[in-house]
């Protein structure tokens, strides 16, 4: 049963779900439609999901940055489904994998992240997108496992932090987060975490 998350809610992903040890992130999101006279059209808007590997002070080290451009963590625990260009049809747009039991010991959170690539030269932000969400799945069977709607007015911002898991008491958490930024490119919002 899917559990929906308002922001700040926090819930646990392994107590109860026992035996959990791979996850799915999904991410998703629509461009608004731009309304003209006689017709409509959807914006080409190009947002990319990323996770930051965090360590107990909150900091990235190494390549611990796992997005379009690295698709991979070094051990292999955190994997990026590759890039979606457009939000166009059903579902996830992009997703990234975790193996809890495979994330290094030094690895205390994953934040996941949403920006929109080369925001200043289109002059887009997140004014422009509607029906974001993330969602945990359990790899093993797709059941949905918690989902949060992203539904404040983010115009203006550029990139968003969506939510993280994180472990706490040996245990693995999921929190919605739902914060707004400012960073135009994935790596400068990383250098906030450095």
């Known amino acids: 049963m899917t559990i929906s998350l308002v922001k700040g809610q926090k ?35 190009d947002c990319d999901a990323s996770a930051l590997l965090l360590d107990e002070n909150g900091k990235l080290h190494g390549k611990n940055l796992v997005c379009f451009h690295n698709l991979r963590s070094p051990e292999g625990s955190v994997v990026h489904s590759g890039d979606n260009r457009t939000g166009e049809g059903e579902g996830d747009d992009e997703q990234i994998q975790v193996d809890l039991a495979r994330v290094p010991a030094n690895i205390h959170k994953v934040l996941f992240v949403v920006n929109i690539y080369d925001c200043i030269n289109r002059k887009q932000d997140f004014g422009m997108i509607k029906s974001a969400y993330i969602r945990v799945l359990n790899k093993q069977n797709d059941q ?36 707004g930024t400012n960073s135009a490119h994935v790596d400068l919002l990383a250098r906030d975490y450095m």
Not at 18 to 44: H, M, Q, R
Not at 159 to 166: D, K, M, P, R
């Open 144 to 179: 949905e496992l918690a989902r949060y709607n992203l539904t404040e007015n983010y115009a203006g911002r550029t990139a968003l932090i969506v939510g993280e898991i994180y472990r706490n008491n040996g245990e693995w958490k999921f929190s919605a987060i739902g914060e």
């Open 11 to 45: 819930i646990d992903l392994t107590k109860g779900n026992a035996g959990l040890t791979n996850i799915v992130v999904g991410l998703g999101w629509d461009p608004v439609e731009k309304k003209g006279f006689f017709s409509s059209k959807k914006i080409d808007i």
